[in-house]
């Protein structure tokens, strides 16, 4: 099989490998001989296409849902290191691709695929002097060493969990051990970051919602431990969706709602200062999909509002709905040079003027078309 066969089909492979967040999927644009480019965001904001392939879709492991699980018929590829290294090259020099997303199922066994995953991007950016983006994923029980090459070689490094806790992966996969296989990697990675070996762009993880029986609540319990105890640079969420000839193949599609809210959640943990105790969950432990998590949030707890924009902490602003980061940056701008005066004010700023008013304060009055803040 010649390379372009084996980059049509490992590109394909590799599309559940998330790289860019709920909502983006409908952005990725398809080349001339049917690759995959995905749009993935830089730490300084950048918006590059990254290739987003995979070494290998000949996976030793035998996972439940996926669809490169060993025991499914399919047709199994792997790239030689350099097969893979010259391809991306030819898409970087025409500039159609200006990052590399490089994940693998197990071919054989860990080690062997880390090694050829390792050795194409040495040549990607030795041999070829790519000094680009690249995001290497670990695979499940690398070892202490490969994780280091990794750190060393990679802008960011990523495990996928699948799964919030041992319990909930074994319904998953009979072949990965939570702790020793998923964890150790990501505590390697954090280790090798602390020494400033590299991955500056940080450590990223993503869960499959919903295939185990899991609640919303294990998930963001689990996903506020890994940015407290591991650094974890964010999250990512792939609503579970059956594969056909799969052990799951007839449960029910995991709606996109659901995978929605999580990401608000996970974004209230790393923009907005909220905790896990802050979230609101019903009986089984699921975010209530009728309004995002900060609004929920905002109709729980009456007694903090309403805020008084020109006087209000960062910390009070970002608890507001309708009010994000960026908006409450330029508020305080905004209140360093005078006073905000107005919802024109707010609106300027980017604030989300409906969403906002029942909650604040304009000096000391209420906005003029204020709604009432129950109903």
Same mark, same amino acid.
């Given at each position: 099989?010649?390379?372009?066969?084996?980059?049509?089909?490992?590109?394909? @492979?590799?599309?559940?490998?998330?790289?860019?967040?709920?909502?983006?999927?409908?952005?990725?644009?398809?080349?001339?001989?049917? =690759?995959?480019?995905?749009?993935? +965001?830089?730490?300084?904001?950048?918006?590059?296409?990254?290739?987003?392939?995979?070494?290998?879709? @000949?996976?030793?492991?035998?996972?439940?849902?996926?669809?490169?699980?060993?025991?499914?018929?399919?047709?199994?590829?792997?790239?030689?290191?350099?097969?893979?290294?010259?391809?991306?090259?030819?898409?970087?020099?025409?500039?159609?691709?200006?990052?590399?997303?490089?994940?693998?199922? &197990?071919?054989?066994?860990?080690? =062997?695929?880390?090694?050829?995953?390792?050795?194409?991007?040495?040549?990607?950016?030795?041999?070829?002097?790519?000094? $680009?983006?690249?995001?290497?994923?670990?695979? #499940?029980?690398?070892?202490?060493?490969?994780? !280091?090459? @990794?750190?060393?070689?990679?802008? =960011? &490094?990523?495990?996928?969990? %699948?799964?919030?806790?041992?319990?909930?992966?074994?319904?998953?996969?009979?072949?990965?051990?939570?702790?020793?296989?998923?964890?150790?990697?990501?505590?390697?990675?954090?280790?090798?970051?602390?020494?400033?070996?590299?991955?500056?762009?940080?450590?990223?993880?993503?869960?499959? +919602? $919903?295939?185990?029986? %899991? *609640?919303?609540?294990?998930?963001?319990?689990?996903?506020?431990?890994?940015?407290?105890?591991?650094?974890?640079?964010?999250?990512?969420? *792939?609503?579970?969706?059956?594969?056909?000839?799969?052990?799951? !193949?007839?449960?029910?599609?995991?709606?996109?709602?659901?995978?929605?809210?999580?990401?608000? *959640?996970?974004?209230?943990?790393?923009?907005?200062?909220?905790?896990?105790?802050?979230?609101?969950?019903?009986?089984?432990?699921?975010?209530?999909?009728?309004?995002?998590?900060?609004?929920?949030? @905002?109709?729980?707890? #009456?007694?903090?509002?309403? +805020? !008084?924009?020109?006087?209000? *902490?960062?910390?009070?602003?970002?608890? +507001?709905?309708?009010?994000?980061?960026?908006?409450?940056?330029?508020?305080?701008?905004?209140?360093?040079?005078?006073?905000?005066?107005?919802? !024109?004010?707010?609106?300027?700023?980017?604030?989300?003027?409906?969403?906002?008013?029942?909650?604040?304060?304009?000096?000391?009055?209420?906005?003029?078309?204020?709604?009432?803040?129950?109903?």
């Amino acid at each position: 099989m010649d390379k372009l066969e084996k980059m049509k089909l490992l590109a394909h @492979a590799a599309q559940y490998d998330l790289c860019a967040a709920c909502g983006t999927q409908s952005s990725r644009v398809r080349d001339d001989i049917g =690759r995959w480019l995905y749009p993935a +965001v830089l730490p300084n904001g950048k918006t590059v296409s990254l290739l987003k392939v995979l070494q290998s879709n @000949a996976c030793e492991n035998d996972c439940f849902y996926c669809g490169s699980r060993r025991s499914r018929d399919g047709r199994r590829v792997t790239f030689a290191p350099e097969e893979l290294a010259w391809s991306f090259d030819q898409l970087a020099r025409t500039g159609r691709a200006q990052g590399l997303f490089l994940s693998s199922a &197990v071919c054989r066994n860990a080690a =062997r695929t880390m090694s050829d995953m390792i050795a194409t991007v040495e040549l990607v950016r030795f041999q070829y002097g790519f000094q $680009g983006y690249v995001h290497l994923k670990l695979l #499940p029980g690398c070892q202490e060493g490969a994780v !280091e090459r @990794a750190v060393q070689l990679a802008d =960011r &490094v990523s495990v996928n969990l %699948e799964a919030p806790n041992p319990q909930r992966l074994q319904r998953l996969s009979a072949d990965k051990r939570f702790a020793q296989d998923l964890m150790k990697p990501m505590q390697y990675a954090k280790r090798f970051r602390d020494q400033e070996l590299g991955a500056k762009a940080g450590m990223t993880t993503q869960f499959v +919602v $919903g295939a185990a029986g %899991e *609640s919303d609540a294990e998930i963001l319990r689990t996903v506020e431990g890994l940015y407290r105890q591991l650094n974890l640079t964010r999250a990512y969420f *792939s609503a579970f969706q059956p594969v056909p000839n799969t052990p799951l !193949e007839h449960q029910r599609a995991t709606p996109l709602l659901r995978e929605h809210r999580l990401y608000q *959640s996970d974004f209230l943990f790393r923009q907005y200062g909220f905790a896990f105790k802050d979230l609101a969950f019903d009986d089984s432990g699921t975010l209530f999909g009728s309004a995002d998590p900060k609004m929920v949030w @905002a109709k729980r707890h #009456p007694d903090y509002f309403p +805020v !008084e924009v020109n006087r209000a *902490s960062r910390e009070q602003l970002l608890h +507001v709905p309708g009010i994000g980061p960026q908006s409450v940056k330029r508020i305080l701008q905004m209140r360093r040079e005078g006073k905000v005066r107005s919802m !024109e004010d707010l609106r300027v700023v980017g604030a989300v003027t409906q969403r906002a008013a029942p909650f604040i304060l304009l000096n000391g009055r209420r906005p003029p078309q204020q709604l009432a803040l129950w109903e």
